[in-house]
């Protein structure tokens, strides 16, 4: 089908089908599907694989691949059945939303007369034939400690906040069958788990690009997107689903936060909440950075959270940081008022009068600013309590020069401002303990 495309003739082949050829072509994946969306015969060792790493762009066929590889499973197709099967996302909402409800999901790859009875309250698909697959999410490990399965598909993996604790908890539980297998499709990151598997002999690796699936994509994201990011690191990354490594003149490497990485913090004597805010709230304005960090007993900061988001109004990144003020019973917020001046200070007192806000100005460049929060990151005092992944993109990728691609490093920033207030600013006493 991909190859009628191709020659510009897939309307005229379309055409000439009757209505059940339609509904079994429709579905028979082995036709439909490309090359790269097909399940390998070996592994990059030579014999059968235990694992299938699907690196993928955006929009470029990944989920398809992965619900038809759980339907080839459930029913039989490429041969023994598998009775049980795991999948896990990287929340419970994306379980559902992509793996299963998507438009590419589970329920919709199915024929009507195969489709699985789907149990929303217990996360659970059952076929016909008596297959079982049960809904994960990988922000909770430990769930998977005791169910078993012989098989497993793992979605965005590279953005899973702890996904060496849950990928090492379903390995314990791949025990059924004759030889338990899974599947892993992800955007790649440079991730210490991503890299391992690379390197394991008895991994199938497949690659795919958002191109390689344009038929089925928007002309307008194809137009703007693509168009945009074509070429940039980003863009290899997101689009390519090519693995880029760290940049070679970058303030933070992966295998740094990776060292320095803790499942939790300890007891926290002063937590602050650092704001970014962005000059504009339009969709394609720079994010509004939010940062959450607090420090130890023994001057280590810990970053919480990172709940940075893109083309909010004033009132909703205000809402939003003020939130996790009170979520994480922070001591204060502090703000960058380069872009808003007083401005700043008026929304979150008209929010909430009680949160005490701290303005701090820029008054040297962002690499400047950043350098004496790395040297930190170097000596072992600051750790990352989870893995927050879109922030840990830009640290990786902040050069002398900015980013790669060219925007504001808002994440970066928001970073910037809360470890500078807990570990290079003022000291403050009379701290309080507070255990996360």
């Given at each position: 089908m991909n190859a009628c495309w191709q020659d510009g003739r897939l309307a005229e082949v379309i055409a000439a089908l009757d209505a059940g050829t339609m509904e079994w072509l429709a579905h028979h994946w082995p036709l439909l599907g490309r090359a790269s969306q097909q399940a390998p015969a070996t592994a990059q060792g030579g014999g059968d694989w235990l694992t299938w790493l699907v690196l993928g762009g955006r929009g470029a066929g990944k989920t398809r691949a992965g619900a038809e590889w759980v339907r080839a499973l459930a029913l039989g197709h490429d041969g023994p059945k598998a009775g049980r099967i795991a999948l896990i996302a990287e929340s419970l909402g994306d379980f559902r939303e992509v793996m299963v409800e998507g438009v590419s999901g589970i329920l919709a790859v199915h024929p009507r007369a195969e489709r699985p009875t789907w149990e929303p309250t217990r996360r659970r698909l059952e076929w016909p034939n008596g297959a079982v697959a049960q809904g994960f999410s990988a922000d909770d490990p430990e769930s998977l400690r005791g169910p078993q399965f012989d098989a497993a598909w793992c979605d965005e993996l590279a953005k899973w906040r702890y996904a060496q604790a849950a990928f090492d908890m379903l390995q314990f539980g791949l025990r059924l069958?004759?030889?338990?297998?899974?599947?892993?499709?992800?955007?790649?990151?440079?991730?210490?788990?991503?890299?391992?598997?690379?390197?394991?002999?008895?991994?199938?690796?497949?690659?795919?690009?958002?191109?390689?699936?344009?038929?089925?994509?928007?002309?307008?994201?194809?137009?703007?997107?693509?168009?945009?990011?074509?070429?940039?690191?980003?863009?290899?990354?997101?689009?390519?689903?090519?693995?880029?490594?760290?940049?070679?003149?970058?303030?933070?490497?992966?295998?740094?936060?990776?060292?320095g990485r803790l499942a939790a913090p300890p007891p926290l004597i002063r937590i602050v909440i650092a704001v970014d805010p962005p000059a504009s709230s339009r969709k394609q304005a720079d994010a509004c950075g939010i940062v959450a960090a607090g420090i130890d007993r023994e001057g280590v900061v810990h970053v919480l959270a990172d709940e940075s988001a893109q083309g909010l109004t004033p009132s909703r990144w205000g809402a939003r940081a003020i939130a996790l003020f009170h979520r994480l019973e922070a001591d204060r917020v502090v703000v960058e008022v380069n872009q808003g001046g007083e401005m700043v200070r008026t929304i979150l007192n008209g929010l909430d009068p009680g949160v005490p806000v701290a303005e701090v100005r820029a008054t040297r460049g962002k690499w400047l600013r950043a350098e004496p929060v790395a040297a930190l990151y170097e000596q072992g005092r600051v750790r990352h309590a989870g893995a927050f992944p879109q922030l840990e993109d830009e640290l990786c990728d902040f050069g002398p020069e900015g980013l790669s691609n060219g925007r504001s490093p808002d994440r970066l920033d928001a970073l910037v401002w809360a470890v500078t207030a807990l570990a290079l600013g003022p000291k403050e006493t009379a701290p309080r303990v507070r255990r996360m």
């Open positions: 069958g004759r030889r338990p297998r899974q599947m892993v499709t992800t955007t790649p990151r440079p991730t210490s788990l991503v890299r391992a598997l690379l390197a394991d002999p008895r991994t199938a690796v497949t690659r795919m690009g958002t191109a390689e699936n344009a038929v089925h994509l928007a002309p307008t994201f194809l137009e703007g997107v693509v168009g945009r990011y074509a070429g940039t690191r980003l863009g290899r990354q997101e689009l390519e689903g090519e693995l880029v490594e760290d940049r070679p003149d970058a303030l933070w490497t992966r295998e740094g936060l990776e060292s």
